[in-house]
């Protein structure tokens, strides 16, 4: 199923995803003047950081209401970034244009992941690099995902691709000539309680969205809550509110000679 992330309120999780944002930027670190892609932007997280460090950004997603967001962000903090829209595997850039392609949990979710390469590594310049982020398949996050997941009827078929297995990344990349090396990362998640995160989570995450017609449908959407409240209180680092912490890879591909 592909999801539109234009629906509901994708912009409460960008924020919590802010700090992933600025490691990918750190590490990746785009130079002044150089051209960065940023796929599957989003509301330009890592774009934004990227045009603050003074490179020319194109951003490029397929959810049209999020580019909105991301060209309103850009306006009012008078950076250099356009945006467009596109599919990982389809992006509206000339060939070996980027000195740096960056994807910050995007082109993790792009349904033919070795085309989502090719693409990447096509418009990506000859001694450039590609940035990506994703998440490691452990820990309460995933496990409450995977919950929602099975409850809406969308578990099951291929494992997904292990975007954040380095050999996997070194089969996507290397024949394009790219040169893998992975470092791991955590990212925090905070709320009041359990409860709120997941009420939060269910009425604004795009993916949560799109699936309530198919948790009603399957007599889900009462007890979905519960169990993902279990799954995040069984976790919660904080005895005062609430934190889980999720861990993530940064990748680069280093584009050979
Ligand atoms: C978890 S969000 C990350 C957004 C942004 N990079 C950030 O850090 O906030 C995933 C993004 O990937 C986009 N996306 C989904 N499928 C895609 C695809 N096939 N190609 C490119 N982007 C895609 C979604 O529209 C969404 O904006």
Redesign the pocket.
Known sequence: MSVD?GLGR?ER??AQ?LPA?RAVIERAAPAPGEQVVD?????G??ALLAAERGARVTGV???AR?LEVAAGRAAAQGLDATFSRG???SLPVADGTAGLTVS????I???DPTAAAAEMARVTAPGGRIALSAWLPDGAVARAVRAAREAAGAAGGPPPFPWHEQEALSALFAPHGFDVTVEHAKIGFTAGSARELVEQELANHPIAVATRPALERRGEAEALPGRMVAIYEAANEDPDAFRVTSRYVIALARRRG
């Not at 796929?39 to 509301?43: A, I, K, L, P, W």
């Not at 910050?104 to 082109?107: I, K, L, T, Y």
Request: charged share 5%; with cysteine.
């Open positions: 992330w994708y999780t960008a995803l944002a796929v599957g932007c989003g509301t997280n890592a997603d397929p959810a999020l599919d990982a595997a910050v949990f995007g082109a979710f792009a349904p």
